[in-house]
């Protein structure tokens, strides 16, 4: 089989893997929801990959809109599921293995094993906005010292809601609800004053959002990563210049510089002059 018909497989074996997700929770929790769900995820993702591999400039953003709008809008404010940080804490403490417990467990937990962090670059509703903003590439060229200020909030989601089960706050579910509503609008809200601020429009992922303290140790041993070919590489510096992570994808160990925050955008591949990535 040629390297060009084993590519256009892999949208293929993207999609049967999320279906055989998708197949293994409608029939264990018996629920069709699970179906439906990663049957759509697997889909818009499978369908995002088909159009890159043809060369579609906007494949991934027409992914993050399917994917994180639905989680969003259907999910979150017309299902009324919280699947913040908040929500996978709430069912953690009940005891249900549903909803954002298991959307955690896929995606963020266990997922990035595989994906790494491929979340934050095709379904992070949060992302989803900030991305539209106008600086695609840090201009900065250097991180700021603010990583620590993602473990706080990852902390303070944690005590919010195990002091609601402590003092036997009642009606949790509505709080779950109105929660979900008030930090997507802090996370937008700091997300765009970050973004204008710091000239970057991924600066929330890389400081403040809590998700991060899961992603990134198993992104560490992600089996899909973006591996340099040397023999091709001219060293022009073109890759670190449009990662929107700042990760130098030059270096194929796994403890290159920024290496767990690679978002799979494919922005160092399309644009290397020499097909090195």
Not at 145 to 172: A, Q
Not at 258 to 276: Q, Y
Request: with cysteine; net charge positive; proline share 3%.
């Amino acid at each position: 089989m040629d390297l060009k018909r084993e590519k256009s497989l892999i949208p293929l074996l993207l999609w049967l893997l999320f279906e055989g997700v998708a197949v293994i929770l409608w029939k264990t929790k018996d629920n069709i929801f699970y179906l439906f769900n990663f049957s759509y995820i697997g889909t818009a993702l499978a369908f995002g990959l088909f159009l890159f591999q043809r060369d579609y400039k906007h494949s991934r953003r027409i992914v993050q809109l399917l994917v994180g709008s639905y989680m969003l809008i259907y999910l979150g404010l017309i299902s009324g599921e919280n699947m913040q940080l908040e929500g996978f804490w709430y069912y953690l403490f009940t005891g249900v293995f549903e909803a954002a417990t298991i959307h955690y467990a896929v995606a963020k937990i266990f997922g990035p094993l595989i994906f790494g962090r491929g979340w934050c670059g095709y379904a992070c509703w949060t992302a989803m906005v900030l991305d539209f903003l106008p600086y695609k590439t840090p201009r900065n060229g250097r991180r700021k010292k603010l990583e620590k200020i993602r473990y706080f909030t990852f902390i303070l989601s944690l005590v919010f809601v195990s002091s609601l089960f402590l003092l036997g706050v009642g009606n949790l579910e509505r709080i779950m609800f109105w929660s979900f509503l008030v930090g997507n609008i802090l996370y937008y809200t700091v997300g765009i004053a970050l973004a204008f601020g710091l000239k970057d429009n991924r600066a929330f992922c890389k400081y403040i959002c809590p998700i991060t303290v899961f992603l990134k140790p198993s992104s560490y041993f992600s089996l899909l990563r973006i591996k340099c070919n040397k023999d091709k590489c001219i060293s022009c510096g073109k890759c670190r210049r449009v990662c929107p992570m700042d990760v130098d994808v030059t270096d194929n160990s796994r403890k290159r510089v920024n290496g767990t925050e690679c978002i799979l955008c494919m922005e160092c591949v399309k644009n290397c002059p020499k097909d090195a990535l």
